[in-house]
């Protein structure tokens, strides 16, 4: 890695967590992730989800044939299976088999976008998870309790008690993966677990914290799941990025809605940053004196948990201030990015 105060020249990054969506609004996004990274995880929410491999197998192809002819040969989509009630212990095998499927995704139902279908007792999936174990698939975890009961703000640290920790017990050789952290108590739980768990950081949890929510009025386009949480989260979280750490790992978690479904009486949960994901972690790690430790956050923790070869090419960050687009066509509608009409200070090249 060569740095500059003006320039940071990286291996090529991947994304460990993205929402690509599919038809028209696949066709709007992908672009912007396949232009800045190599690899991305694609989550598997769906409607209907992404539940066997052979569903996993059509959704590649579509994603592949949906790329700009001039990025096809440079981006990979790595396939994620939506884990049920129902899903087989066989479907593990043929996923395994496949070469196309990395990882299977944990969404306890009804915790966030497209959710409904989720697992609604763990102990349900007991024999699958074994399956997953015995053959080195990792379990992806959106790691928030679902109990309205709970306030919103402590979903995360309540779901490591009563259900992450516990199932770490249960199955001590299973890889997973927290996804997108939000807490200083993820944090500290990741640091103590052994190395068969990492987790991923968004941008926005790393620049952002609930004040965001409510800056001069409601702010639905802050609005994402897990929720944004205090300050004294954000900065063990970017503490936690920028300390060269090989258990924590980007995932944008770019997640694009339509404005129409965002700006509503009951908005959609998910922030789009894949059209400056790269910009946006520059932004965070510039801001914590970090930048030297970027590339491994980025470029190559993530591939060594999913033990995938790193990247070979590189790409730039330049200091350059830029506006961020109003917002982005997003099939028939319009998308609205995070920094919407503000500047940012590096570019990729
Ligand atoms: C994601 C989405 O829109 O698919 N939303 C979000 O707020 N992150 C789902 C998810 O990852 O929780
Ligand atoms: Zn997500």
């Not at 060569?2 to 066709?27: A, C, F, M, V, Y």
């Not at 992730?33 to 569903?55: K, S, Y």
């Not at 990979?76 to 499927?101: F, H, W």
């Not at 199955?171 to 108590?185: G, K, S, Y």
Request: with cysteine.
């Amino acid at each position: 890695m060569s740095t500059t105060t003006s320039q940071l020249t990286i291996i090529r990054p991947d994304d460990w967590h993205l929402h690509l969506r599919d038809g028209e609004q696949l066709k709007a996004v992908l672009p912007h992730t396949a232009r800045q990274f190599a690899r991305a995880i694609v989550m598997p929410n769906l409607r209907p989800p992404i539940v066997t491999t052979n569903m996993a197998r059509a959704y590649q192809a579509r994603i592949v044939s949906a790329l700009p002819d001039d990025l096809r040969a440079k981006f990979q989509p790595l396939m994620t299976l939506y884990l049920t009630d129902n899903t087989a212990p066989a479907e593990i095998t043929r996923a395994k088999s496949s070469g196309i499927v990395h990882a299977i995704k944990l969404y306890p139902a009804g915790a966030t976008t497209n959710s409904d279908a989720g697992v609604t007792d763990i102990a349900k999936c007991y024999a699958t998870l074994a399956e997953m174990e015995k053959h080195d698939v990792p379990l992806l975890v959106h790691g928030e309790v679902t109990d309205l009961d709970i306030d919103v703000f402590d979903r995360e640290k309540v779901f490591i008690d009563r259900v992450l920790f516990p199932l770490m017990q249960r199955f001590p050789n299973l890889r997973i993966v927290f996804e997108h952290i939000t807490t200083r108590d993820a944090v500290e739980f990741i640091k103590q677990s052994s190395a068969k768990i990492g987790a991923t950081i968004t941008a926005h949890h790393l620049l952002l914290n609930r004040n965001a929510l409510f800056q001069g009025g409601i702010r639905p386009h802050h609005y994402c799941l897990p929720v944004l949480k205090r300050e004294i989260h954000r900065r063990a979280l970017l503490e936690a990025a920028t300390s060269g750490n090989g258990k924590f790992f980007l995932g944008t978690d770019s997640a694009p809605h339509a404005l129409v479904h965002k700006e509503q009486a009951c908005g959609c949960a998910g922030i789009f940053t894949a059209h400056a994901a790269m910009e946006c972690y520059a932004t965070a790690f510039e801001k914590a004196n970090a930048l030297d430790k970027l590339e491994g956050f980025a470029s190559f923790f993530g591939a060594d948990f999913y033990r995938l070869p790193h990247n070979s090419d590189k790409i730039t960050l330049q200091k350059k201030s830029w506006t961020i687009p109003e917002r982005y066509p997003f099939s028939e509608e319009a998308l609205i990015p995070l920094y919407a009409n503000e500047e940012l200070h590096w570019k990729m090249i």
